[in-house]
């Protein structure tokens, strides 16, 4: 249906989570290494990820990696350096959504090459940003709006 994509995520919780989303969404998970943390399965069993196994997850060595096997894939940039709302796009099936590292978000050249693409999620200057899982669903449940007059059509 969509794709989530985790550039060189570093927070094992946030990254559990978005596996959950893709999981009940049937979403598949891209993770780009490096990684902070170890997805060996006994890391996964013992951190208590019980739907790991029916997670649809690809793991590239890089992004060059990335974007050679995924050459004509649409990709979607979330990133708090644009001023484009992410309800203003307009979302397809198949759609790649990148999200970058909790510390350094989606590298900047990435960002410079593909502006039309970037997306953010509108907040207030209050805070700094919110937590990359919130961040992965409210754009993902958003693609799904667009594409499902009916939710039970994605089941």
């Known amino acids: 249906m969509f794709n989530i994509v985790l550039v060189h995520p ?13 999981v009940n969404t049937g979403s598949t998970l891209h993770l ?48 708090t350096k644009t001023d484009r709302p992410y309800f203003e796009a307009d979302f397809q099936k198949g ?10 978000g989606i590298p900047e050249a990435l960002l410079e090459q593909n502006p039309q693409q970037c997306l953010t999620i509108p907040m207030t200057k209050e805070g700094r940003s919110l937590n990359l899982a919130i961040s992965a669903g409210i754009v993902l449940y958003e693609a799904i709006k667009q594409n499902f007059t009916d939710y039970k059509e994605m089941m």
């Open 10 to 22: 570093q927070i094992p919780n946030n990254t559990g989570a978005i596996g959950r989303l893709c």
């Open 95 to 104: 759609d790649f959504i990148f999200l970058g590292s909790e510390t350094s």
């Open 32 to 79: 780009i290494e490096p990684l902070g943390f170890d997805i060996t399965e006994k890391a996964v069993r013992r951190a208590g990820l019980d739907y790991w196994h029916k997670l649809d997850l690809k793991v590239w060595k890089s992004l060059d990696e990335f974007f050679e096997q995924n050459p004509e894939s649409r990709c979607l940039f979330a990133t």
